[in-house]
């Protein structure tokens, strides 16, 4: 007989691992031995608890109460992802999940986004666009959704199942006004560019806001939003300087709360002039609208500035161009007198398809044994 030791790890609710003796017979029970020695091989490695994931933005959206066809129905909501090693995290699918059913309440553009790599001890933000179907069976529709992130060797998180997108009726004022909105209206697939709304709010601000350039998510893929606020944020939620949203009364967002949809506390955003600026990767090429909005709640009801369309951009962004190289041709070989300058249009006999041939880029690699070169800097004419 020959005897041997072997360390077995307990489940989680045992609180060490146990030695447990184990007997092997030479040339006897060699298939037990095998299963022995099997489960006494490393354990495999477990996903690590490498990411967190927390929701942004508001829950609250909404159409115009008098007018579906009039006012806002597309909105940024979002989340931020975070790697709390100290190690970078590769490879991140951050998924949007629609965990109800609505059809009136959908995105406007894929529901996975991909994260290259994110940093040690950093955080992402990503956005998306919810769009509402200009229908009156959208008012007081709701959607219930989560947002995951998964990766390689990682543990899956998800934002908390009690969130959902609500669909209010907002009413239109001009106290939310626009004064601005910069930004181009043609850009190319690849451009990181930027848009910028400036307005105003009631001088003390409101209870929650949103506010923004509203971009397209078919073409658009945002990076980032800072905001600056006359009024700043007072809330639990922090001043309102990377996101569309200021969460200034601290807002119950989760469905199971008795106080769902109300103000946790006091305090107020916004002001007599408010900087909103959005940049965004140029994704696919399409055309689409910015739109300027600027939607809040306050004393009991939702609003939203009464010029929106006002400032509205179309935005037209195309693939970028792919230029044919061109054609040269050889000229030699050339004849020369000796003690007698020779000058040759080398760029005369080549052809570029684009129609801009640079004439400047006419050099001499290899100079001649006897003699000197000189090339003019604007023509490409060599001369010898």
């Excluded at 790890?9 to 020695?37: M, Q, T």
């Excluded at 409101?206 to 009024?231: M, R």
Aim: charged fraction near 10%; proline fraction near 6%.
């Amino acid at each position: 007989m020959l005897e041997g030791t072997c360390t077995f790890e307990k489940p989680d609710y045992l609180k060490a691992p146990v030695l447990i003796p184990v007997k092997f017979r030479v040339g006897a029970i060699v298939a037990l031995s095998a299963i022995v020695l099997a489960m006494c091989a490393s354990p495999a490695s477990a996903a690590t608890n490498s990411l967190t994931i927390t929701p942004t933005e508001w829950n609250v959206v909404g159409l115009d109460s008098n007018s579906v066809t009039s006012g806002p129905n597309q909105f940024s909501v979002g989340a931020k992802v975070c790697n709390v090693t100290g190690a970078a995290v590769t490879g991140v699918d951050v998924s949007w999940n629609w965990t109800t059913a609505n059809t009136y309440i959908n995105l406007d553009s894929t529901a996975t986004k991909n994260l290259p790599s994110i940093a040690a001890n950093s955080c992402t933000k990503l956005w998306w666009t919810v769009e509402i179907t200009r229908n009156a069976a959208a008012y007081n529709g709701k959607r219930g959704f989560t947002i995951s992130a998964a990766a390689a060797g990682v543990t899956t998180v998800s934002t908390p199942t009690t969130r959902e997108i609500y669909v209010e009726k907002l009413v239109s004022q001009n106290r939310n006004a626009v004064t601005s909105v910069t930004g181009p209206t043609n850009v190319v697939v690849g451009q990181t560019v930027s848009y910028s709304l400036t307005g105003k709010t009631a001088t003390q601000g409101y209870e929650q806001l949103s506010a923004g350039p509203s971009l397209d998510g078919t073409i658009f893929e945002i990076l980032s939003v800072t905001g600056t606020y006359t009024q700043p944020e007072t809330g639990a939620g922090g001043p309102p300087t990377s996101g569309f949203y200021a969460n200034a009364c601290t807002w119950d967002p989760v469905t199971t709360s008795g106080s769902y949809r109300s103000c946790l506390g006091t305090g107020k955003a916004g002001g007599n002039s408010i900087v909103v600026t959005v940049t965004a990767l140029v994704k696919a090429p399409g055309t689409g609208l910015v739109n300027a909005n600027i939607y809040d709640y306050s004393g009991s009801s939702y609003h939203y500035n009464s010029d929106l369309g006002t400032y509205t951009k179309s935005v037209t962004a195309t693939n970028p161009v792919v230029q044919s190289p061109p054609v040269a041709v050889d000229d030699g070989p050339i004849a020369v007198t000796s003690g007698v300058g020779k000058s040759v249009d080398v760029p005369a006999n080549d052809a570029d398809v684009d129609g801009d041939l640079d004439l400047t880029s006419v050099v001499v690699t290899t100079p001649p044994a006897h003699g000197t070169t000189s090339v003019n800097a604007t023509t490409g004419v060599v001369t010898y």
